[in-house]
C-alpha cells in the first residue's frame, strides 16, 4: 500500500510539472513546477535515488527563485507605474 502511494504522488508530480510547461502564464507555471517539484522530491526520496533527490531540490530551488524573482519585478514595476 506504501509503494502505491508514493508512486501516485510520483504520477501527480510528474502531472504538475506537465501542467506548468503548457501553462502560459509565468507565476502559475512556476506554482506547478514547486508543486509538482515537491511531489517527486517526496517520491525520489522514498526510492532513495540521491541523483533524482538533488535534481528535484535544484528544480524546485530554481523555479522558486524564478517565482520570487518574477514577484519582485512585478512589484518593481507596479510602484515605479503608479508614481508617473
Not at 504520477?11 to 514547486?34: C, M, P, S, T, Y
Not at 509538482?36 to 533527490?53: E, N, P
Amino acid at each position: 500500500m506504501e509503494q502505491i502511494i508514493c508512486k501516485l504522488v510520483g504520477v501527480l508530480g510528474l502531472i504538475g510539472i506537465i501542467i506548468g510547461i503548457l501553462i502560459r502564464n509565468e507565476k502559475k507555471q512556476d506554482a506547478f513546477f514547486i508543486v509538482g517539484g515537491l511531489l517527486l522530491l517526496v517520491y525520489s526520496a522514498y526510492i532513495k535515488d540521491i541523483v533524482f533527490i538533488v535534481l528535484q531540490l535544484v528544480f524546485v530551488a530554481v523555479a522558486a527563485g524564478e517565482l520570487v524573482k518574477l514577484s519582485t519585478r512585478r512589484s518593481l514595476w507596479k510602484r515605479l507605474r503608479d508614481k508617473i
